[in-house]
């Protein structure tokens, strides 16, 4: 089966500056990578996806990355700020036309220090 | 919350006790999914379902069954609960607008003592 990994576990930035998290999956057949924010005591949220047949794509301050021939994809967060302490979570799936669970990474504690 | 909530929002009971969890949805969406979601082990599917009366198994499904008679209800049971199904439950449903595309009720922390 799949398996997703994420680095760093956490990841302490400075208010304003960029924030970088990575994951990493084993199964070529994924195609459909998204990632989720987790604010305390709530389900996580979807803030952006991407699927195999894009490279990058952007939202706002937000942007993922990924490359198929290397098995790796990355949040990029820009001009970082307070509101975006939380837990981020990467996954994949591959999108075939079935029910496709996700297979999560564990997750990344991003701190934005004032 | 894209009309999902569960029931109840927490849950301590003791080890040997049947305990259900209920997810609801709104939307008329035909997938759901129950996760759980440990530290250190981020979220891992228990059980899934693709219609009504349609489930499968996911990568964590032992100790735990489901049901699903009616579109908007998704139910997971643990028949006789134990200390290592201490966790926070999360339901989720797939958007059919937008394949794979998975949103996330609130959770439900449960505790077994």
């Known amino acids: 089966g799949e398996n997703v990994e994420q680095h760093p576990s956490t990841l302490s930035v400075q208010e304003g500056d960029s924030a970088v998290i990575k994951c990493t999956y084993s199964?070529?057949?994924?195609?459909?990578f998204p990632w989720y924010k987790q604010e305390l005591g709530k389900g996580p949220q979807l803030i952006i996806d991407?699927?195999?047949?894009?490279g990058e794509k952007k939202d706002q301050r937000i942007a993922v990355t990924l490359n198929k021939t290397a098995k790796h994809f990355s949040l990029h967060i820009t001009e970082t700020q307070p509101e975006d302490s939380a837990v981020y979570f990467c996954a994949a799936a591959y999108s075939g036309g079935g029910a496709d669970g996700l297979t999560f990474g564990k997750g990344t504690h991003l701190i934005i220090q004032p | 919350d894209a009309g999902i909530t569960q029931s109840p929002r927490h849950k301590v009971t003791e080890t040997g006790t049947p305990v259900t969890l209920r997810c609801h949805q709104t939307e008329n969406h035909r997938y759901m999914y129950w996760y759980r979601q440990d530290p250190g082990h981020g979220l891992r599917l228990i059980h899934y379902s693709y219609g009504v009366k349609d489930t499968d198994k996911g990568e964590v499904s032992d100790g735990y069954s489901v049901s699903r008679s009616k579109t908007e209800d998704f139910l997971l049971t643990l028949e006789s609960a134990t200390s290592s199904q201490t966790s926070v439950y999360f339901c989720?449903?797939?958007?059919?607008?937008?394949?794979?595309?998975?949103?996330f009720g609130p959770g439900t922390r449960l505790t077994v003592l």
């Open positions: 199964d070529s057949a994924s195609n459909y």
């Open positions: 989720a449903i797939r958007d059919p607008q937008f394949r794979n595309t998975q949103y």
């Open positions: 991407i699927r195999s047949n894009v």
